[in-house]
T-cell receptor, first 115, second 108 residues
Framework: DTGVSQNPRHKITKRGQNVTFRCDPI?????LYWYRQTLGQGPEFLTY????????KSRLLSDRFSAERPKGSFSTLEIQRTEQGDSAMYLC?????????????FGSGTQLSVL | AQRVTQPEKLLSVFKGAPVELKCNYS??????LFWYVQYSRQRLQLLLR??SRESIKGFTADLNKGETSFHLKKPFAQEEDSAMYYC??????????FGAGTRLFVKA
C-alpha cells in the first residue's frame, strides 16, 4: 500500500499519560497535515508541515500537543498529560505542493480513547 | 470568519432519485472548494474540486460566489453512493476547513 500510513490504528490510554502517533506520508509529498475529528464533526485542522518546517499551528493545539517532521519524511504527533477531551480520531494527510496542493490524501487515522 | 456549513446531517433518498447535498461557505478571499467522501470502512478521499469543473461518479458541483454555495448534485442516486460527504474550503495556500458532513443514505 503506497498511501498514507498511520500507526497505531487504536490507542487506549489513561488520563495523564503521554501518547505518540506516527504518520508516514506518500513518499513524494512535501506537505503533511494533522487533523482531529470527533463524533459528528468534520476534520479540524491542527498543524501543517512543508518539508520539515512546521508552518502553521491551530489554536486548537494546546501546549500539550507537539508535532515533528524530522528530515521532511514521517511525522509524529505527541500529546502529553492526556485528558478525556483529547479522545478523538487523529488523521494525517499529505499532498504535493503546486497544482495539486489542495488534493489531500488521508490516512486511516488513529483512534485515541482516554479513560 | 472562515467557515463551511452543511445544514443536513442526514439525507435519505430512493435509488434513482436526484440528490443534492448542500454546502455554504464563508471566506473573504478567493475560495477553493472541494467535496470529500468517506465510504464505509474506507479512508476519506477527494471526490471533486470546483477548479476542475469535472464530473466524478456522476456528481457535479457548481461554485456560486453570489450565494457562497457549492452544492453537490447527482441526477440519479445509486446505492453505492451511500457514504459520508464533506464539503471543504481551501484557504491561505495550505489549510483546508471541513464542514460537519452529510450522511447520504440511498434506499433500494
Amino acid at each position: 500500500d503506497t498511501g498514507v500510513s498511520q500507526n497505531p490504528r487504536h490507542k487506549i490510554t489513561k488520563r495523564g499519560q503521554n501518547v505518540t502517533f506516527r504518520c508516514d506520508p506518500i513518499s513524494e509529498h512535501n506537505r503533511l497535515y494533522w487533523y482531529r475529528q470527533t463524533l459528528g464533526q468534520g476534520p479540524e485542522f491542527l498543524t501543517y508541515f512543508q518539508n520539515e518546517a512546521q508552518l502553521e499551528k491551530s489554536r486548537l493545539l494546546s501546549d500539550r500537543f507537539s508535532a515533528e517532521r524530522p528530515k521532511g519524511s514521517f511525522s509524529t504527533l505527541e500529546i502529553q498529560r492526556t485528558e478525556q477531551g483529547d479522545s478523538a480520531m487523529y488523521l494525517c494527510a499529505s499532498s504535493l505542493s503546486g497544482t495539486g496542493g489542495y488534493k489531500l490524501f488521508f490516512g486511516s487515522g488513529t483512534q485515541l480513547s482516554v479513560l | 470568519a472562515q467557515r463551511v456549513t452543511q445544514p443536513e446531517k442526514l439525507l435519505s433518498v430512493f435509488k434513482g432519485a436526484p440528490v443534492e447535498l448542500k454546502c455554504n461557505y464563508s471566506y473573504s478571499g478567493s475560495p477553493e472548494l472541494f467535496w470529500y467522501v468517506q465510504y464505509s470502512r474506507q479512508r476519506l478521499q477527494l471526490l471533486l474540486r470546483h477548479i476542475s469543473r469535472e464530473s466524478i461518479k456522476g456528481f457535479t458541483a457548481d461554485l456560486n460566489k453570489g450565494e457562497t454555495s457549492f452544492h453537490l448534485k447527482k441526477p440519479f442516486a445509486q446505492e453505492e453512493d451511500s457514504a459520508m460527504y464533506y464539503c471543504a474550503l481551501g484557504t491561505g495556500g495550505f489549510k483546508t476547513i471541513f464542514g460537519a458532513g452529510t450522511r447520504l443514505f440511498v434506499k433500494a
